[in-house]
C-alpha cells in the first residue's frame, strides 16, 4: 500500500514567483488528482491571497529578506532564520511530502532547505535569465533545476538542470483577436498599443506615456491600452485628458485578451511577462527596470532581443527615443510579424506540465510514498 502523494510547494514575495508555483501545482493536480499539495508562504505577501484563491492550503513561515543596503531592518535577520528554518522543519516533519518544490523568493530558502536537510528530494525552478542568490545555493541542494532561460544554466550543476520555460496560464493560448478587442472595445482593424508596468505600475512608463501619448494618437487609427498600476491611476485619470481612442486602466485582470489585442506591447521585463509575450507571440519594447536585484530584468530583455523577439530599450533612454521607436515598429508589419515568430520559436508553452511530469516521477520514488 502507498500513501497519497503529497508535495510542498513554496515561492513567493511576488507575483513572478507565486503564479509559476500555482501553475506547477495546477499541472501536479492534472496528472494526479488525488495528490495533496500544500503550500508554504509568508503573511504579508501576494502568496497569502493568491494560494487559497487557487485552492490550494498554505501554512505560515516566518522569513525575511537581507537588504542590499544598510539598515536596522538587518539586525532582525538572523533571528528570522532561525525562526523560519525551525518553522519549516516542522512543517516538513507534518506534511512528509515526497517532494519540495520552490520557485524563489526569500521563502523558499527555509522551507526547501528544512526538506533536504531531512532526506526529501527537492526541484527548483528559476525564472530569470540571471539566477537569484536563494535559488543559486538551493541549486547545490536540488534534484533537479528548471531554468526559463538558457543564460541561467549555468548558475547550477550540469547534470541536474534542464531548460523547460517559464510556467504561464493555460488561457493565454489559443485567443480569439477578435473578441479580445471587442472586449476592451477595440475596433477590429485598429493598431494596438499595449502599454504594462506591473499591477502596481512603472513610475517611469507612466511619465513616458503620459508625455507622448498626445503625439502617438496623432495617429489616427491608433488606440491605446494603457495598464496604469493600482499606484498611479487616480492620479494620472485626474490629469490626463480623456480620449476615445486612449484606455487607461488601472489594473487588466483578463492579460490573455490583452496580449491578443495588442499590436505592439510596451512593458517591463520581468520573468513571467517575458514568458507570456513569448507564449502569445507579442512583439514588445521591453523597458527593464534598473531597480532590481542583479538587474536581472535586462538579462531578461537581452536574452529575448538576442532570439529576435524583442527590442530593449534602457530606461535612461525612454523619454528620448520611445516615441520614434513604438513609431518604427507599428510601421513595420514584416518586422513585427518576424518578432512575433521569434517569440512563438522561443516559448516553452508546456512548461507548467513538463516540471510537474518531472516532480511526479522524482515523488514516485521516494521513501515517503512508503507506507
Given amino acids: 500500500m502507498t500513501a497519497p502523494l503529497r508535495i510542498l510547494m513554496t515561492g513567493g514575495g511576488t507575483g513572478g514567483h507565486v503564479y509559476p508555483a500555482i501553475a506547477i501545482a495546477d499541472a ?21 491571497g493568491a494560494v487559497p484563491a487557487a485552492g490550494y492550503p498554505i501554512r505560515p513561515i ?6 542590499r543596503r544598510l539598515t536596522a531592518k538587518n539586525l532582525l535577520f538572523p533571528l528570522r532564520a532561525v525562526q523560519g528554518l525551525a518553522q519549516s522543519w516542522r512543517l516538513v516533519q507534518e506534511v512528509q511530502p515526497a517532494v519540495g ?13 528544512a526538506a ?15 539566477a537569484g542568490l536563494t535559488n543559486r545555493l538551493l541549486g547545490r541542494r536540488a534534484a533537479r533545476v528548471h531554468v526559463a532561460f538558457p543564460e541561467a544554466m549555468g548558475a547550477f550543476p550540469v547534470g541536474a538542470c534542464m531548460l523547460s ?12 483577436a477578435d473578441a479580445a478587442r471587442a472586449h476592451f472595445g477595440l475596433p ?20 513616458a506615456i503620459e508625455a507622448l501619448h498626445p503625439a502617438l494618437l496623432q495617429q489616427d ?14 492620479a494620472l485619470q485626474d490629469r490626463v485628458p480623456s480620449h476615445p481612442r486612449l484606455h487607461l486602466r488601472p489594473y487588466i485582470d483578463q ?49 529575448m532581443a538576442s532570439a529576435g523577439a524583442a527590442i530593449l530599450l534602457p530606461e535612461a533612454n525612454l523619454q528620448a527615443y520611445l516615441l520614434e521607436q513604438v513609431e518604427a515598429l507599428l510601421a513595420n508589419d514584416s518586422l513585427r510579424q518576424q518578432m512575433a515568430e521569434a517569440a512563438f520559436a522561443t516559448a516553452r508553452p508546456k512548461a507548467a506540465q513538463h516540471i510537474a511530469e518531472d516532480v511526479v516521477a522524482l515523488a514516485r520514488r521516494s521513501p515517503a510514498l512508503k507506507s
Fill in 116 to 130: 533536504s536537510l531531512q532526506g526529501v528530494p527537492i526541484v527548483v525552478q528559476e525564472q530569470n535569465a540571471y
Fill in 255 to 303: 492579460m490573455p485578451y490583452a496580449y491578443a489585442a495588442a499590436d505592439l506591447a510596451v512593458c517591463r521585463a520581468g520573468a513571467l511577462t517575458c514568458s507570456e509575450l513569448m507564449v502569445t507571440g507579442t512583439p514588445a519594447l521591453l523597458v527593464p527596470s534598473p531597480n532590481v536585484t542583479a538587474d536581472h530584468q535586462t538579462r531578461n530583455a537581452q536574452s
Fill in 28 to 48: 501536479i493536480q492534472a496528472l494526479e488528482p488525488a495528490a495533496e499539495l500544500v503550500f508554504a508562504g509568508t503573511k504579508d505577501r501576494l502568496e497569502w
Fill in 221 to 234: 487609427d491608433l488606440h491605446i491600452v494603457w495598464q496604469a498600476g493600482r499606484r498611479y491611476s487616480d
Fill in 165 to 176: 520555460g517559464n510556467p504561464t496560464r493555460a488561457a493565454l493560448a489559443d485567443v480569439d
Fill in 188 to 207: 477590429a482593424h485598429a493598431r494596438v498599443l499595449l502599454v504594462l508596468g506591473g499591477s502596481l505600475g512603472s513610475k517611469a512608463l507612466n511619465e
Fill in 62 to 67: 516566518t522569513v525575511q529578506g537581507l537588504q
Fill in 101 to 113: 518544490v520552490g520557485t524563489g523568493g526569500y521563502v523558499s530558502g527555509p522551507v526547501l532547505l
